[in-house]
């Protein structure tokens, strides 16, 4: 196995680069993060009962440490996830000016019928709509 001078941190502030705190210097141009998901549990309450009990779509190919991070992750991002107030906090904090919303890969369910999953999508999908039309300058939806 290679060794490597930097720390393996398979989750958290990453080695590559710095991560200040304090005050931050706000940027001259606009600053748009184009890679946020949003999870909308209505379509988790609509699929699942339709889903194997122990069903999670990166478990089958996940090593025991990647479904250990994955469930950190699922915990610590549960509300920034689904609460745009708290999305919106934190933008602010990482000095972002636009945010691209998208479906969170954990509501992927093509595996369920044809219909389920596109009234999934359509559910997500509006909820993505409606949520970017609250705060229009700053969120937009892909």
Known sequence: ?????????PYGPTAGREHPTGPAKRPKTLTVDLHNHMRT???D??????LPQDFHPSVGVASDLTK???KKQSEDREIPFTDIN???????KSLLD???LSCSPQQFFYMVDKNLC???AEIINDNIAATT???????VGL
């Open 98 to 100: 636009v945010s691209a």
């Open 86 to 92: 708290v999305r919106l906090e934190q933008m602010d």
């Open 41 to 43: 549990p209505e379509s």
């Open 45 to 50: 309450a609509l699929v699942k009962p339709h």
């Open 133 to 139: 039309k609250t705060n229009p300058k700053r969120l």
């Open 68 to 70: 250990q991070v994955n």
């Open 118 to 120: 596109a009234e999934s």
């Open 1 to 9: 196995m290679t060794q490597h001078d930097i720390e393996l941190r």
